[in-house]
């Protein structure tokens, strides 16, 4: 019961001003929630893990690229240092910063996004992108950024890109 507590008070406390929606049935699916930001019409996906207090994030770069946004919420007064894999690259050594001593978080732009590992303070988790759909954010992006092609095509993209 305290995992669904916790997931209870990462969705209510950890919006972040978003209007999370969920893209299947929360606890029976993947828990993935996708949300568009209010100033940019940015499509975001994320996924919590509450019974390790984190929330894995994902969204585009102007450049196509994908970012990867780890937080852990955490009373912290220091830095810490992890191990993370992403794809099928080796583990690297990541610096999570404490952010307002009560969350680490740590940020990546990757190509692609299939699968990470992340340990830390002797646990790991492994994170599957499959479920989430990753190809939808690109394909938003390029309607966003193309929207000339697509009202060609008579569709008119639902969001204007707004991003400087």
């Known amino acids: 019961m305290s995992a669904l507590g916790s ?42 893990y509450p019974l390790h207090a984190m929330e894995v994030s994902a969204y585009t770069t102007m450049d ?19 191990q993370l894999a992403v794809n099928h690259d080796i583990e690297r050594t990541i610096t999570l910063t404490c952010t307002d001593s009560n969350e680490l978080r740590y940020l990546s732009t990757e190509h692609t996004l299939e699968q990470a590992n992340i340990e830390i303070n002797g646990r790991s988790i492994k994170i599957d992108f499959t479920p989430w759909n990753i190809a939808e954010l690109k394909k938003d992006q390029f309607k966003q950024l193309h929207p000339a092609y697509f009202e060609r095509l008579g569709e008119s993209p639902e969001f204007q890109w707004s991003r400087d």
């Not at 997931?7 to 606890?27: H, N, S």
């Not at 196509?64 to 992890?82: H, R």
């Open 7 to 48: 997931l209870y008070g990462l969705l209510i406390v950890k919006d972040r001003g978003y209007d999370w929606q969920w893209l299947g049935f929360p606890l029976l699916d993947s828990g993935i929630q996708i949300a568009r930001t209010k100033d940019t019409h940015q499509l975001l996906l994320r996924k919590l």
């Open 64 to 82: 196509n690229n994908m970012v990867l946004q780890l937080t852990i919420f955490t009373s912290c007064d220091n830095d810490v240092e992890a």
